[in-house]
């Protein structure tokens, strides 16, 4: 099977609500405003519980509670709303999945961290995708659930990675593609914006990077995610490539800083997308 079939087989299985859809529309139709998305969201329990959750976490640190998804949409912004049902949406299909021979605590967090380096960093960087960034981090990594769950031996092999092996290499190694393929074309089959699922397959060719500052803060947020999750094969020093990274003025140090601050607010998140594996304490 190559990448489009696994990604084929979960987008004629889940396809996106009709909120995504409509939230997207919204956010590019000029006559549309924040009122006009609170009146979507507030129909969805759900989703409106999880947006007021987001609005009063640390990752926008806003100095007044948040009570009203009016209030909570105006603070995190139409892309980040959009984001958010994004996210929800990708949490309930991961959840479809539970049952896969991956390791789902590991891969969630790899998936957390990637998302939130990589909207810190956009913002260090003075990215104007930066809110999008975040959605992209998130599901950069998605395509290891479609393969794990229609060839779980692939996916036990593809884990056979060490320090002087990245997963992207055994991942190619052993199935021809990356899950950042998958990834991609699960993106653009259910129709998401080509911003936000480009930089994914982007961020894996070094050409690319270098010239797309979207794709190099992806590709230095998937390295940086993978130092949190394997401390013990990878460092920042050997693993981000300086020269991707200068290439659109983002220095070490902001690497560093995006890093720690996903080590920091990574749990918060976590707990906010899957509540029954990441209990907070």
């Not at 999945?97 to 939130?116: A, G, H, K, M, P």
Request: charged residues 20%.
């Amino acid at each position: 099977m190559q990448a489009i079939d696994y990604a084929k087989s979960v987008t004629e299985s889940f396809a996106l609500p009709d909120t995504c859809s409509r939230i997207r529309e919204m956010l590019d139709d000029d006559y549309s405003n924040i009122d006009d998305i609170a009146e979507v969201i507030a129909v969805d329990p759900s989703l409106a519980a999880s947006l007021i959750k987001l609005a009063n976490s640390a990752l926008y640190n806003f100095p007044n509670k948040v009570t009203t998804i009016g209030k909570a949409v105006n603070v995190i912004g139409g892309e980040s709303v959009y984001s958010l049902v994004m996210t929800e949406t990708a949490s309930s299909v991961f959840k479809q999945f539970d049952d896969v021979s991956i390791n789902l605590e590991r891969f969630w967090q790899q998936s957390v961290f990637t998302s939130l380096i990589a909207r810190e960093l956009g913002k260090l960087a003075k990215c104007k995708h930066a809110e999008q960034l975040f959605l992209t981090g998130l599901v950069a990594n998605f395509g290891e659930l479609a393969v794990a769950r229609q060839a779980p031996e692939l996916a036990a092999n593809c884990e056979d990675y060490h320090a002087k092996l990245v997963p992207w290499q055994v991942q190619k190694r052993v199935m021809g593609f990356t899950y950042a393929d998958v990834s991609y074309h699960i993106m653009r089959l259910w129709g998401v914006p080509e911003e936000i699922y480009s930089p994914i397959r982007q961020s894996f060719n070094i050409q690319q990077a270098l010239e797309i500052k979207e794709a190099a803060i992806i590709n230095g947020a998937i390295r940086g995610a993978l130092t949190l999750i394997h401390p013990e094969f990878y460092s920042l020093p050997t693993l981000i490539n300086l020269e991707i990274l200068k290439s659109h003025n983002i220095s070490e140090e902001m690497m560093v800083d995006a890093v720690a601050f996903a080590r920091q607010e990574a749990q918060s998140i976590l707990f906010l997308m899957n509540p029954d594996l990441f209990l907070v304490f």
